[in-house]
């Protein structure tokens, strides 16, 4: 009876989640080059050489680029956040299939990039999954410091964290709000990334005693 009566969320091992997660990261940075496979094929069959081609898909290979360095600074963020993690929750898991979800979203929205011409909605839909990709790692963040049972026994999350995953968040809120309304501007937008880490220094030393 007492434990039929007992409602309290049973609690899983998180390493099978940080395992699958992981799979997924590698899949989608993979998926990545698939756009720039199709278009050597098609650039052969045009007749273009080695210089010609790289002139043709310039679009296409700053995109790649970009898109893999930020996937991979995405997995190392959620790497060192899942590191004391042990069990998880519904809830852990919920944001944790989301946050995959945009990973997996971005080879899309990358492929877009350099092969339609540039618009608004383009713009959104992929300075905006890496803004919800920002968003759910730091949601993720709020409620693993509000749930001790999930990690491991004596660790506890500095709240300085949460301030650096904030400013990251912050900075691609401002990169969507500029491409969308400065006409022109672009994807020069994500350039104000590039303040993460002075942010990130700049609230190290206030909060210093």
Known sequence: LSRSMDTTPKLRPAERLVFFTDAVVAIAMTLLILPLLESVGEAAQDGLDTIGYLVENQGRLVAFTLSFVIIAAFWRSHDRLFEPVEHQDNALLRLNVAWMFTIVWLPVATALVGSMPTDPLQLVLYIGTMLATSLLTLAMRWWLGHRPELVASGHHFDPSGF??????????????????LIPGLGYWAMLVLLLGAPLDALLARRRRP
Do not use: D, I
Request: overall charge neutral; charged content about 0%; aromatic content about 6%.
């Open 163 to 180: 301030a650096s995953m904030a400013v990251v968040s912050a900075l691609f809120a401002v990169a969507l709000l500029l491409a969308v």
